[in-house]
């Protein structure tokens, strides 16, 4: 063992018997409950271990002073906390930190377990046998690999993963660590981490490893525990796992694992390099390791002892840490922060008795879909996905006050009459964000952006299963409008045919079938939902939606195209740009007003009367001469969104049409062709009429402060009989052709 150096600054461990005295104080002190193999890592890295120690009671006794006990409250429980000074190379990166969550497959897919690649081991409560001889749930976590070096892969990829978002700190944190030391301390919670096989043997059989490891993760402060480390030329996975010899400057290739044994042999290291080296080696490149160290030699940290509620001890420090990032998002990316929203309200749904843990567990994405109480054996990848996802849907957008109560708290929302659009879409992209965890690869969250305020009412789905809806779609209007308005996004979006809308002005090339370079159209989420709506025949839509289910049923291989009549063309590919082709882009522009206005159309034969315009159901538009939009009915709150569409219209026909032939007299080919030009003329006229209601429309509700004056149900039935018109309309100019003279 290398000499240590008392006078250099970083600390040697207590003896072991120190060590124990310290361990039995920690366990004797009042809301203590944690397993003692978790105190036996941790005490070699506690720095003045006696100083924390009241003095012993009448039997000998030693606890905790209270002035280093502390009681933490979050939404999800209460933990016990104890204020400690610690070696500046202690601590554990947590590969379940939020902020790097979407690098990992999730239990909540299910295709997990198909040769996945990148999945992280549950978390769950800490289970042994209590002094009362039943299996009781202690303050720790636990988790199972398959082997060592899954632990240590995994704890790698986390630190990779860290150092990437650390680059949006507008500074260098190693550097200000080096110079400034650790301001804030950290949180660390005790995880044992089990191995499942453990082959490696030496000559005499014994196992060369340990077959568990404790450490105690960093819930609050990974970056700093990682840049920490980085400064000492450590890696978690070698505090974890084990500390090559070569770093104790010993010789041969031994893994010492007990950091009872490492600790002081790497402190007596540091400190001899500190006092061979001067004060101005600081240069990250050439400069002393030990010099760079110095100022993090001890630090601050916060470790996790207790909780009167131990099975929810993960939620509970997840909560605590939540806070600190989703408000100010230094360190998140879009897709994390959205998660770790998420989870805080599902956490606060559990802590209040609102939602069974098993669920949350589920919808945060820790625990298979399988295990939801409604998913049945004979459910299949895509429907699995839909029921969790559509359980998140109700979650973020309830009906129920009280939920909405702690979405308000959970979020920092407005009061639910004053909600905004922007707090619409915080709650879609969570929505969208956690959805996305049981596919292999996630989405911009934003494709969830969706919905209008209208969603802070609630949304009340049919609760039918998807084989059903997409059974249906071709002729009920509720399954396929909820198919298209909660499913289709996210499924696109998964298969890479449609993404949100990134704000660019120019549109983004794509390979044409011919292998032709072209220009994409920019357009948002809505308006591709919107194209599946009205732009093609129902038919094609469903065929869409058809393709990509049995395209995840699969094994989440490319969906095929369809045709006009739905039907799949096995074999060619989806593409963005296809889509685009056969779902185009609806431009939204209408005529000019004034004197620009176009003139109406002019012939020189005798014009016949006008074909009268076609009555529009459902919409009461404003008639020219009437006066501004004031009714009172359109300030009224609107009601719960629903995948129930209101009752159909009956449209009316003209029956006083002269126009029609009488049925006595058979028409002649002159007569048919007059009523051709006649209807053809009058749809002109009448199609020009509509647009400049709808924009005289436009206007009075824009000077009443009606945004919105039109119902859902009335334009959604309006436009759906205005694109079964356009698609007929596309039909006739080949039929014409057909029927004309060549000229």
Known sequence: MSEAHPNGPFPIPASREAQEVWIQAVLATSGVNL??????????????????????DAHGMRTLKASTVRRVRTDAGDMVVAVVRMHGVGGVQWGHNERISSIWRSAADPTVGRETERTLAPVRPWMDIGADGHETCFAALESVVANRSTLIMNTEDAADELKKRDRVRPYDLEEDLVLNGQQEPGMYVPQQVRIEENPERDPDGNPLYPDAYWGWMAVRGNNRTQKRQSIFRLTSSEVLAGVPAEKLEREGDEIICDPRDWLPEFSAVLNREFTE????????????????????????AHLVIGTPTPERLYRIVQMNNRRDHVHPPLEFDALDRSRALGRSVLGMYVAQQVMDGKTAEVL???????????????????ELRDLRSMRLLQEFFPVDPRKRHLLRRALSENPPSQLKAGEIN??????????????PTPWNPRVGQVFSTRAREGIVLSGRRLPELLAVAD???SAFDELVSYRAAHWLAFFGIIEADRGSLDGQEAIGDT?????????TVNNCLQALRYEKSRAMAVGVLKSLAAAMDDGDRRPWRVGSSGLEKPGREMTPLWFDIEFPKDTGTRPRKGADSPPPLTTAAPVPTPFPAPKLPGLSLTPPDSSPV????VHRPAPAVSAEPEAPAVYETDEADGSVPSPEVPPTLESLVTQVEDRILGLHTASAEIAEILAQLEDQSRAASVTQPIGRGQADRTVRLLNQTLSRLRKLPEVMEELTESG
């Open 277 to 300: 080296t001067s004060d101005g080696e600081l240069d990250p490149t050439i400069g002393s390791r030990a010099r760079r160290a110095a100022a993090i030699a001890v630090v601050d």
């Open 364 to 382: 945060s994405g820790l625990a298979p879909i399988r295990e939801l109480a409604d998913a049945s054996a004979d459910m299949t990848v895509s």
């Open 426 to 439: 915080q709650r879609a992209r969570t929505w969208s964000a956690l959805t996305s965890e049981s596919y």
């Open 515 to 523: 292998g032709e370079r072209l220009r994409r159209s920019r357009r």
């Open 475 to 477: 002729t009920d209007d």
């Open 630 to 633: 004031t009714s009172p009915s």
């Open 35 to 56: 397993p003692r193999g978790a105190l036996e890592n941790i005490a070699p890295f506690i720095v003045d271990s006696d100083d924390m120690l009241s003095e012993p």
